[in-house]
């Protein structure tokens, strides 16, 4: 994730592509297929509580953070990360098979030759893009743009795909949507109902939104695209001055995990 702004500094927008179908990583494998080896219901029930929806998840989660979770002991952790390994497999591969997956990374176009261009084909998949500027540059008038976008198919810079849209400073109008959609020729009703909306009025509503999204990712292989507009502006509210500095970089890069 880029560097976040200071206290003082312009809002930004974070995006993040899911990963695509093409892509044989098990990134979204659910956290339920740990049944299959061995874990039961209660446990992953546990591990849904805490945020943790799917396999790939619990291999990003440290022992420790596990141990916290109510009812979690060292055995039934340790199990745990062993019934997660046998379905991720190895985490080491050679580059050949790194390129090979980097071929399959998805580009969503942000709409703009030239911003494209700059960021090397559009929005990349399994990644975190943050468009940072001044008032009133357009990042919201791009996060309105992405959401549409990428419904579109693959030949028109799209991802055929839903969108997750989390509004923390109340930005998000429908009519905007339905103007940017009648310019790529989508119907309007159509266009905002693959859009799943919610506004966040705190730092940690803003969390728990993310939580609930990784949830949704999980089961609905249709999302394509997380936009948070803006990623920073609860935090600075939530969190000021340098005494909360340390706090607030914790948070965020708990979001940025998420």
């Given at each position: 994730m880029a560097r976040a702004p200071t206290a003082q500094a312009p809002a930004s927008r974070a995006a993040t592509p899911a990963p695509d179908d093409a892509d044989e990583t098990p990134f979204f494998d659910n956290v339920d297929e740990l049944q299959q080896h061995g874990i039961n219901v209660q446990d992953i029930l546990k591990l849904k509580s805490s945020a943790i929806h799917t396999v790939s998840g619990v291999n990003m989660t440290t022992r420790?953070?596990?141990?916290k979770i109510k009812g979690m002991s060292e055995a039934k952790v340790e199990k745990i990360k062993e019934a997660a390994h046998k379905i991720?497999?190895?985490?080491?591969?050679?580059?050949?098979?790194?390129?090979?997956?980097r071929k399959r990374v998805l580009f969503i176009s942000t709409?703009?030759?030239?911003v494209d261009t700059i960021l090397g084909g559009g929005l990349s998949s399994q990644s975190i893009t943050e468009v940072y500027g001044e008032y009133r540059t357009g990042k919201t008038q791009m996060a309105h743009t992405m959401s549409v976008v990428a419904q579109l198919p693959p030949d028109?810079?799209?991802?055929?795909?839903?969108v997750?849209?989390?509004?923390?400073?109340?930005?998000?109008?429908?009519?905007r949507i339905r103007s940017i959609a009648d310019r790529f020729g989508v119907d309007g009703d159509m266009a905002?109902?693959?859009?799943?909306?919610?506004?966040?009025?705190?730092?940690e509503h803003q969390m728990e939104l993310i939580n609930e999204c990784s949830m949704r990712f999980a089961e609905d292989k249709d999302f394509r695209l997380?936009?948070?507009d803006s990623?920073?502006?609860l935090f600075r509210t939530d969190f000021s001055g340098r005494g909360e500095l340390s706090e607030r970089q914790q948070k965020l890069a708990q979001v940025a995990f998420r």
């Open positions: 420790r953070q596990m141990l991720l497999g190895s985490s080491f591969a050679t580059g050949l098979e790194i390129q090979e997956k709409g703009s030759k030239n028109m810079g799209g991802a055929a795909g839903k997750a849209f989390i509004d923390t400073e109340g930005t998000f109008r429908p009519d905002l109902e693959n859009i799943l909306y919610a506004r966040a009025f705190n730092s997380l936009i948070v990623i920073m502006a």
